[in-house]
């Protein structure tokens, strides 16, 4: 079975520029998660999307942070313009329908660096 | 809101001692409890999980037991192998069905 898939592996970019990810879910899995870990921290939930709606994305900072999932499979997350506290690992996640007891399977996620 | 609290790493141990790992939390009504473990160089994966209380999650002979009473999932393993050398992070969902995640425990096993 193909995992989440997430690409790039690593960004480096400059602050105020702009920068996307990309997100591959398992086939079949309704729900996709975006997930923020700053180094040190665990992962905090960005926004959640089952199919093509969002569930949940009261700590997406709205103002820079914009994800989408158009065809309810793959999703794209953007930040512009960044700012260096966006530096972190963002992991993308999967589960088959989004229940509470459900396991949650993660990509190898995005290393992003804004100097 | 709905939280979790990890003891603080890194934990070192020798080949084959036995490890504790402590997590507490706050929530409401009756979360779900997992522990997630990040080998190096991997993503986040489900080590175990308990949905109600007194439930015991195992899995590769990690074990956890959900105790209501004082609100804690402690992670223990009776033996540790090089191969245990991760981050586990301890995890909750609660009404929101959102998981939660710890700081995480980075545990270095050494021979």
């Known amino acids: 079975e193909a995992g989440v898939a997430q690409s790039p592996r690593y960004k480096i970019i400059e602050k105020r520029q702009s920068v996307a990810f990309w997100c591959n879910p398992i086939s079949g899995h309704a729900t996709l998660y975006w997930y923020q870990q700053i180094l040190g921290q665990g992962p905090k939930l960005l926004i959640q999307f089952q199919n093509n709606g969002v569930v949940d994305d009261s700590q997406l900072p709205k103002d820079r942070f914009s994800a989408e999932r158009l065809k309810g499979v793959d999703s794209t997350l953007k930040i512009q313009p960044a700012k260096l506290e966006d530096s972190a690992v963002y992991l993308c996640?999967?589960?088959?329908?989004?229940?509470?007891?459900?396991?949650?399977?993660f990509g190898s996620g995005t290393q992003l660096s804004v100097l | 809101g709905d939280s979790v609290t990890q003891m603080e790493g890194p934990v070192t141990l020798s080949e084959e001692a036995f490890l504790t790992i402590n997590c507490t939390y706050t929530?409401?009504?009756?979360?779900?409890l997992f522990w997630y473990v990040q080998y190096p160089g991997e993503g986040l994966q489900l080590l175990l999980k308990?949905?109600?209380?007194?439930d015991k999650g195992s899995n590769k002979g990690f074990e956890a037991t959900y105790r209501k009473e004082t609100t804690s999932f402690h992670l223990e393993k009776g033996s540790v192998q090089v191969s245990d050398s991760a981050v586990y992070f301890c995890a909750l969902t609660g009404t929101a069905s959102k998981l939660t995640f710890g700081t995480g425990t980075r545990l270095q096993v050494t021979l």
């Open positions: 929530a409401t009504g009756y979360p779900s």
């Open positions: 308990a949905t109600k209380a007194d």
């Open positions: 996640a999967s589960s088959p329908m989004g229940g509470a007891n459900e396991k949650l399977f």
